[in-house]
């Protein structure tokens, strides 16, 4: 069973499907019946509490075990007042458009000699899925799991600054326009992220949970400052960066045309002049976004456009548990 639904789970079989609001639900109804179980118990950071009745309080929502127990008057609350509240923000700036399946590099072979063991050269892999596609998808797929928990979801867009916001409710009218919202993307504009994500911040007024989707390429030391904002609004916040297998390997091996998506600069280079560079940097880019999540209790997870998404989504679960 297990084998039989994993390869409709590829980013390449999804993004063959009419509609995002299909898409989501496919990944979702095959990561349930991967997991033989269900998925939804843990979501919440808040769980239904009492409140002491008031005078004008719906009598249906007194909890009568407890007034049997204690002789004491008390309100269950529920849903809106107590479920969780989730925001999505997704990076929808024109390096998220990249995908390595457009690009005409050639695949990895000469650069065999550089690297000392063959399990150090890097995989030639393209992705047929861009990054911006890529996130939708998975947004689109936890704000559905949310739903079905009954949680409040909210969306934020940005590039240079934020294009869409969507605030937090737990309705099925809210999620079709989140879907609705995630289907019309289009990557466009430089990005801002520390600065999008620092007015997300500002707009939150109830601790939540905050899920990015990102390829975080922008100024490192202002993001981690804005992801620390949130925790220091006692938010808790996931972190997906997304990238490309072609951008984590720099799988070429013959002189290149580099052009940048946002700005449209263009380099000549010969890659194996700078792969080591290139390994190392990417190394220690990706290396100091983990370590400073980690020391700030934010969740990190960094993403190849080539995973499945049950995958993806058994990592958001299993960050959700611990945190729980």
């Known amino acids: ?122 995989v030639s892999s393209k992705s047929t899925i861009s990054k911006l596609e890529y996130s939708t998808y998975l947004a689109a797929s936890l704000a559905v799991l949310m739903h079905f928990q009954k949680d409040a979801t909210g969306l934020a867009i940005y590039e240079e600054s934020i294009k869409t916001f969507i605030p937090p409710k737990a309705t099925s009218q809210n999620l079709k326009q989140i879907l609705s919202k995630l289907s019309s993307i289009e990557p466009s504009g430089k990005t801002n992220t520390a600065g999008a994500l620092n007015s997300v911040a500002e707009r939150i007024k109830r601790r939540g949970l905050v899920i990015i989707f990102s390829d ?57 002049s700078v792969i080591n560079s290139y390994h190392d940097a990417v190394k220690e880019f990706v290396q100091k976004y983990k370590s400073e999540c980690l020391s700030n209790n934010i969740d990190y997870t960094l993403i190849s456009t080539e995973t499945p998404f049950d995958i993806a989504l058994l990592e958001y679960l299993n960050k959700r548990k611990r945190l729980n």
């Open 216 to 272: 975080l390429f922008d100024d490192q030391n202002a993001v981690i400052n804005a992801l620390k904002h949130f925790r220091y609004k006692r938010n808790e916040v996931i972190v997906f960066q997304v990238l490309d297998p072609l951008e984590m390997s720099f799988a070429i091996d013959s002189p290149t045309l580099f052009k940048d998506m946002e700005t449209g600069k263009e380099m000549i280079s010969q890659p194996i």
């Open 1 to 122: 069973m297990q084998a039989d639904f994993k390869k409709y789970l590829q980013p390449s079989v999804i993004s063959r499907l009419a509609n995002i609001e299909l898409k989501a639900k496919f990944v979702v109804e095959g990561f349930i019946a991967g997991l033989h179980k269900s998925p939804y118990h843990g979501f919440s950071v808040e769980f239904a509490e009492h409140r002491q009745y008031m005078p004008g309080d719906d009598l249906k929502y007194l909890d009568w075990k407890v007034l049997g127990r204690t002789d004491r008057y008390y309100i269950k609350q529920f849903e809106e007042e107590t479920n969780l509240k989730s925001y999505l923000i997704v990076d929808s700036s024109k390096s998220m458009s990249f995908k390595s399946a457009d690009s005409k590099l050639s695949a990895l072979s000469p650069l065999r000699k550089i690297f000392r063991k063959k399990e150090d050269i890097p």
